[in-house]
């Protein structure tokens, strides 16, 4: 019996060893394989965690920022039709922006120029880029594509593709340009008081930079639906008026004005909101210097300038 017993025993006591053993061997492989395996996981997955956010954060800053800069007057109708319309065709090319209208409040004659140097010398500090915009001219084919002008001016509404003006030298309505480039060029010239030619003039001082302009491609619309042009030439007349020399003075290249001569004040600074658009408007007091540019008024006559006003035709 006790032999029996002890027979009993030993069996129970080999078989515990021996499943002891198979787990202690089962146990001492699996943590090691499951540890080393976990380590290399997670080490791979912070790598790539890490890229990612490095790879975003290169993106978000090599994003350019654009500053709209929109010379202005007495032409808030068009304003509330072209806030939302740009902001809407900007932000399907996922270009960030801002509405900068420099509102002239001065009552001498509208100076979209001097308006324009100013809005950048407002800008240059905190966007990469920006454009020169006029408020009814608005863009409709989205491969119009505000983007970055490294090279050169960026003019985006080419007269091939301009409702009104086709000559090859045209520039104005759309261009945008890089910071440095501007301030290469001195800006644009200060003479050009009532509306016309600034851009020609402006044309000049790039080609003789040496930079070239740059236009869209791949454009297949044309003049009537590649833009809209909400300008009403009965509603809104433009200041043609030549006087005193003005005629001849403004269709020579400008070389004394531009950035470095602009004089102006800050008014006043507004923040709007249009149909959830936030736009800045600066109210600009521009200062003319009448012994230079009388025709910024046309109604008198310095004693040092002689007059050369257009005789009317009578019929």
């Not at 080999?14 to 699996?30: D, E, Q, V, Y």
């Not at 032409?75 to 065709?89: G, S």
């Not at 800050?266 to 025709?295: F, M, Q, S, Y």
Request: glycine share 4%; charged share 30%; hydrophobic share 35%.
């Amino acid at each position: 019996m006790v032999s029996h017993m002890r027979s009993v025993l030993m069996r129970c006591v080999g078989i515990c060893l021996f499943t002891s053993f198979f787990i202690a061997l089962f146990i001492g492989g699996l943590p090691a394989s499951l540890d080393s395996c976990n380590c290399e996981e997670n080490h791979d997955r912070d790598v790539q965690h890490e890229r990612f956010h490095k790879s975003f954060l290169s993106e978000e800053m090599e994003r350019k920022r654009l500053a709209i800069v929109v010379p202005f007057r007495d032409r808030f109708d068009e304003l509330l039709q072209f806030a939302p319309h740009i902001a809407a065709f900007l932000e399907k090319q996922d270009v960030p922006f801002h509405i900068f209208v420099v509102n002239q409040n001065d009552r001498y004659r509208f100076n979209r120029a001097s308006l324009i140097n100013v809005g950048y010398l407002q800008v240059r500090e905190n966007y990469d880029y920006f454009a020169m915009h006029d408020v009814d001219l608005l863009p409709l084919n989205d491969n119009l594509r505000y983007k970055f002008p490294e090279h050169g001016p960026l003019h985006i509404s080419g007269p091939e593709y301009h409702p009104k003006y086709h000559y090859a030298a045209f520039i104005g309505g759309i261009l945008l340009l890089k910071m440095e480039h501007f301030e290469q060029l001195n800006g644009m010239s200060n003479r050009y008081w009532g509306w016309g030619l600034e851009d020609d003039e402006f044309y000049v001082r790039i080609k003789e930079a040496g930079l070239e302009v740059s236009r869209p491609t791949n454009i297949t619309t044309g003049t009537k639906n590649t833009f809209l042009h909400v300008h009403d030439r009965v509603h809104r007349r433009r200041d043609t008026t030549k006087c005193f020399n003005q005629r001849e003075i403004t269709r020579k290249r400008d070389r004394e004005t531009g950035l470095s001569t602009i004089k102006y004040s800050i008014h006043n600074r507004r923040e709007l909101t249009i149909d959830g658009v936030a736009v800045t408007v600066l109210n600009v007091d521009l200062i003319c210097d009448k012994h230079k540019t009388p025709w910024c008024e046309c109604e008198t006559k310095p004693d040092n300038v002689t007059a050369k006003v257009p005789k009317k035709r009578h019929r």
